[in-house]
């Protein structure tokens, strides 16, 4: 097991409660998709798990996240990164006076010698070969869809087991969705774990083996990826499908019965 | 902004990692030490003197450049930072009669440590909150001098020194001077550009640009900002002890919170981000410093109806709009500016 999320509460502030027991698994190698409306506690989650939680002002104030075994609730998130449990924020944050290549190498903080940087850096250009066409040029000057692979480049710097990724697509034209999630496949490949999570529910269903829909700060659902593809639920409310499988007009929406059960 | 002169290509890592890539910059680099080197034989005694102070801002400002211009850490104590150095580095060569190169380097050590704990601050807050703390600093330091027994530092009175003096040699005049101050500041502008391009440096950069994100890559964010301080008052305290060497007398009066806003318009005049903008921007101030307490006296003699008092006090005013219109014109600085001029040339006669 390489990731277990054990009945996680988290407080902001000593107040907000925003996740109320959430539960997952994950092994080494799989990719799972953590789905969800806006609001839900899906970016929360991510940062229980990464650690950026602190930064934020919140704390996992009860149940446990065991990464490899070990603990990784409320430890610093430098440590957590040394363990090769990676964040890749949403909002693609380049660091945006730096060139390609010196954001790549700052990634690669951790690592202890020169040539080991060398090396990686070779390694994220042949996966991501747009990176190196890009390398001397200003972080902040690129398009989105390129910082999005930056970051993604970055992450694997640091010589991740796991990579937790934050909205990827984020803001992206189709095209360049279809690009980032390509390379996210080839991390998959190279036997990165992958979390993602995402408003693109089909892109991020793709791409998974398992998926988790939050909502309010409880997982409602989960199952295989293609299973929730198929749920008539998440057709609904997350893939914009109706039963025949055809995009809603207006008409539908105005006769449309079925609601959000969990909701009780 | 990272454009080549054309036909400038590189084959090696090494290469293209160097800080100095061509024949011209090697050139001209030789050409502004040699004049460095000569300053003492080409001008007067004055001159001489006003580029001993800017030799001696220049490591301080430098300094500044790292804490505030690469690690994104506002300090409005810097002149404080000095202040310790200055007084350490006076009080064990007077105490212990200690050689200038023990003392020195024991005022950078000290005004570190100081300068630490104040970066400690920084590790919670930002921005304004941090300005004001590190005012704090200025105040802390001010108080404590002038509170403390006066067998310590000397409270009031200040201190006075010996000339700093090597196997027997006593650089006594500006001029000897000027090459202790002028290598000393070499070798810490040298150690600036080593540590700014050092992984250090390159954590310091991240964590200005985006301290979340930086601390994603696995960069201890409370350490670099402390550490940022720390390196940022070792050159300011570097800077101090050579100033107590060079006026021999050390009173809190020459390190007072208008000194560390000066810095701070140094580095913003000069470009922060850039060690070259540090020294332009010392370089600037002080001229304009120089010139306007100069042309003073002359208007005021040429125009005696305005009366001695106006005049000074105008000068003031212009040297402060100075600053404000570089401010508002030229935010980024010289060097931004230097940059951009230097880009355009290269892709002309291409507009961009």
Redesign the interface.
């Known amino acids: 097991m390489l990731l277990k999320v054990n009945n996680v509460e988290v407080i902001y502030n000593d107040v907000i409660l925003v996740l109320k027991g959430v539960n997952m698994t994950m092994e080494e190698g799989s990719c799972i998709a953590l789905l969800g409306a806006n609001g839900a506690g899906k970016t929360t989650t991510l940062a229980a798990i ?1 650690g ?1 939680i602190k ?1 934020e002002d919140g704390k996992v104030t009860s149940g446990s996240i065991e990464f490899d075994g070990q603990r990784v609730d409320n430890q ?3 440590s957590n ?2 363990r090769g449990l ?4 949403e909002g693609r ?1 380049v ?5 390609v290549e ?1 954001n790549l ?3 690669g ?2 690592l202890k010698s020169g040539a080991e940087v ?1 090396q990686r850096i070779e390694n994220v250009y042949t996966l991501i070969p747009r990176l190196a066409e890009l390398r ?3 972080a902040g000057y690129l398009s989105g869809g390129e910082q999005q692979m930056l970051v993604i480049g ?1 992450a694997l ?2 010589n991740p087991r796991l990579i937790l990724i934050d909205e990827p697509s984020l803001g992206l034209a189709p095209l360049m969705v279809e690009e980032v999630f390509k390379i996210l496949k080839e991390l998959r490949k190279s036997g990165i774990s992958l979390f993602i999570v995402e408003q693109n529910t089909q892109a991020a269903l793709e791409v998974a083996d398992y998926g988790y829909v939050m909502e309010n700060g409880r997982i409602v659902m989960d199952g295989e990826a293609d299973q929730l593809m198929k749920n008539e639920d998440v057709r609904e409310f997350y893939l914009g499908l109706n039963m025949e499988g055809e995009r809603k007009s207006y008409r539908d929406v105005k006769h449309y019965k079925r609601r959000k059960r969990w909701l009780g | ?2 454009l080549q002169p054309s036909g400038v290509f590189f084959e090696n ?1 090494s290469h293209d990692k160097a800080l100095i890539k061509t024949k011209y910059q090697w050139l001209s680099l030789a050409i502004f030490g040699i004049f460095l080197l000569l300053v003492p034989f080409l001008f007067g005694p004055r001159i001489i003197a006003v580029a001993n102070i800017m030799i001696i801002m220049a490591v301080v400002a430098v300094g500044l450049q790292i804490t505030t211009g690469y690690a994104g850490q506002i300090n409005l104590g810097q002149a404080a930072f000095m202040g310790v150095g200055a007084y350490t580095a006076g009080l064990v060569a007077t105490q212990f009669s200690l050689p200038f190169w023990i003392s020195i380097p024991l005022g950078g050590v000290a005004a570190a440590a100081f300068g630490y704990i104040f970066g400690l601050s920084a590790v919670r807050i930002k921005g304004f909150y941090l300005a004001l703390t590190t005012i704090a600093a200025q105040f802390i330091f001010h108080f404590a001098i002038l509170n403390l027994p006066t067998s310590w530092f000397g409270g009031s009175n200040g201190l006075t020194l010996e000339p700093a003096s090597l196997f027997g040699f006593e650089f006594k005049t500006d001029s000897s001077f000027y090459y202790l101050a002028l290598i000393i500041c070499t070798v810490m502008v040298i150690g600036a550009f080593g540590i700014v391009r050092s ?1 250090y440096g ?2 310091f ?2 964590v200005r ?12 964010v409370v350490a670099t900002k402390a550490s940022a301080f720390l390196v940022g008052a070792f050159f300011a305290g570097i800077g101090g002890g050579l100033w107590a060497y060079y006026v021999r007398f050390v009173s809190v009066d020459q390190f007072t919170l208008f000194n560390s806003v000066w810095f701070v318009a140094m580095i913003i005049v000069g470009g922060s ?1 850039s060690i070259v903008g540090a020294l332009i921007g010392v370089f600037l101030i002080r001229l304009i410093n120089e010139l306007v307490t100069s042309i003073g006296p002359v208007v005021s003699e040429a125009f005696p109806f305005i009366g001695g008092d106006i005049v000074f006090a105008a000068m003031n005013i212009i040297l402060g709009g100075v600053i404000c219109l570089f401010v508002i014109y030229e935010p980024k600085g010289l060097m931004y500016r230097w940059n951009i001029m230097k880009t355009s040339y290269r892709i002309w006669p291409f507009p961009h």
């Open positions: 990464s950026i930064s610093s998130v430098e990164v040394a990676i964040h890749v924020m944050k660091l945006q006076h730096m060139t010196k190498i700052v990634g903080h951790v060398k001397k040029r200003t970055r710097m640091a | 902004m990272a890592y992984r390159r954590a950069v991240a640009d985006d301290d979340v994100a930086s601390s994603m890559m696995g960069i201890n981000g």
